[in-house]
């Protein structure tokens, strides 16, 4: 049998920011979907090749739909509540960091970062036994967002 990866959801409107991301995902050993918005990585999750990843790394300002907003959609869904959403932001402010724990941020990282941050973030949350919980497949995850169709 073939282990399949964990994959690692890289919502960033900055194609430097995804590639670099991608670039530390993969060599980790792990897959990597990237999205430029959060629009278009709620209707991937949505669509029948969508699957539950093991870990989101989520920019705040993106066109189209903001991290927040796309937070608190993941967070609503129980399927992908569990999943662990790391911010990765230049916003700096306390009120920010605050907004997005409430909203259910993991961890809260500014850019620019280092390699060995993100390196830490994914050895700390993608404990093998911690997410055997996760489920694996996803086509229930039925999204309609407001706006584009």
């Not at 999205?35 to 090749?49: I, M, R, Y």
Request: aromatic share 6%; net charge neutral; no cysteine.
């Amino acid at each position: 049998m073939v282990a399949i990866a964990q994959l690692i959801l890289i919502i960033d409107d900055s194609p430097t920011i995804r590639a670099i991301l991608e670039m530390i995902v993969l060599r980790e050993g792990y897959a990597a979907q990237s999205f430029p918005d959060g629009f278009a990585a709620l209707h991937w999750l949505a669509s029948p090749e969508g699957r539950v990843p093991a870990l989101i790394f989520l920019d705040l300002t993106m066109p189209r739909m903001d991290g927040l907003s796309v937070l608190r959609h993941l967070k609503s869904k129980p399927a992908l509540a569990a999943v662990p959403v790391i911010v990765l932001t230049s916003r700096e402010g306390t009120l920010d960091r605050l907004k997005a724990r409430l909203a259910g941020a993991s961890e809260y990282l500014t850019k620019p970062f280092t390699q060995e941050e993100i390196t830490a973030l994914l050895r700390r949350y993608l404990d093998d036994a911690a997410q055997a919980a996760l489920p694996i497949a996803y086509n229930h995850l039925i999204f309609q967002p407001q706006g584009e169709r």
